[in-house]
């Protein structure tokens, strides 16, 4: 069993950066691909990014390519996500997802664990 706990979402301005925490307990993250997911009031659960076990592969949805960086640091069993010029559309509630695979996915319905979510609320 893996407990996912996010932290990191504040109330910004546009173009604004922000880092977002996900730290794990319960079982290391060694072994389990990654994800971040955001969903915004009204809308549906989407994907934002992924990272495979070792931290070496990484995949972004299009709306935040360039912009946000997932990376790992699986001796502190955490998972950030950092996010650069963000814009009042990024606003949303984030969540954080682990596989029990090594490999990355775009889709929740591959992840098994999730975090409670963090908000972001980006003003312009």
């Known amino acids: 069993q893996v407990q996912l706990v996010e932290s990191g979402g504040r109330l910004v301005q546009a173009g604004d950066s922000l880092r977002l925490s996900c730290a794990a307990s319960?079982?290391?993250?060694?072994?389990?691909?990654m994800g971040w997911f955001r969903q915004a009031l009204g809308k549906e659960r989407e994907f934002v990014a992924t990272?495979?076990?070792?931290?070496?592969?990484?995949s972004y949805a299009d709306s935040v390519k360039d912009r946000f960086t997932i990376s790992r640091d699986n001796a502190k069993n955490t998972v950030y996500l950092q996010m650069n010029s963000l814009k009042p559309e990024d606003t949303a509630v984030y969540y954080c997802?682990?596989?029990?695979?090594?490999?990355?996915?775009?889709?929740?319905?591959?992840?098994?664990?999730w975090g409670q979510g963090t908000q972001v609320t980006v003003s312009s």
């Open positions: 997802a682990a596989r029990t695979v090594v490999f990355m996915s775009p889709s929740r319905d591959q992840y098994t664990y």
């Open positions: 319960g079982r290391t993250l060694g072994r389990n691909a």
């Open positions: 990272i495979t076990w070792s931290g070496l592969t990484t």
